[in-house]
Nanobody, 115 residues
Framework: QVQLVESGGGSFHVGGSLRLSCAVS????????LSWHRQAPGKQRDLVAS???????QYADSVKGRFTVSRDSAKNIVYLQMDNLRPEDTAVYYC?????????WGQGTQVTVSA
């Protein structure tokens, strides 16, 4: 069992910054990657960024150069630093832990970006 709790969402202005946090607990030994996804109203849930073995990262094209995923292994927290926000970044952001046989999801945190 793995539990994930996201925090840091809210309302922000275009061009602004925020940092999302995802606190991870439970059986950490089988997690091989941690990811951030987002889902805007009426759209599918899409991968935003992930961090895996050896802290290898990958990003969606739409956020490259603006978002940074990182983790604090001592605190079991994964972060998503979001800079130069755009209205199209508005979505519910979910944290996801990938294990060999299944994945676990957090409850999500709303991010709203407006002019």
């Amino acid at each position: 069992q793995v539990q994930l709790v996201e925090s840091g969402g809210g309302s922000f202005h275009v061009g602004g910054s925020l940092r999302l946090s995802c606190a991870v607990s439970g059986d950490m030994s089988r997690i091989y990657s941690l990811s951030w996804h987002r889902q805007a109203p009426g759209k599918q849930r899409d991968l935003v960024a992930s961090i895996g073995i050896g802290d290898r990262t990958q990003y969606a094209d739409s956020v490259k150069g603006r978002f940074t995923v990182s983790r604090d292994s001592a605190k079991n927290i994964v972060y998503l630093q979001m800079d130069n926000l755009r209205p199209e970044d508005t979505a519910v952001y979910y944290c996801d832990a990938e294990l060999t046989l299944r994945s676990y999801w957090g409850q999500g945190t709303q991010v709203t970006v407006s002019a």
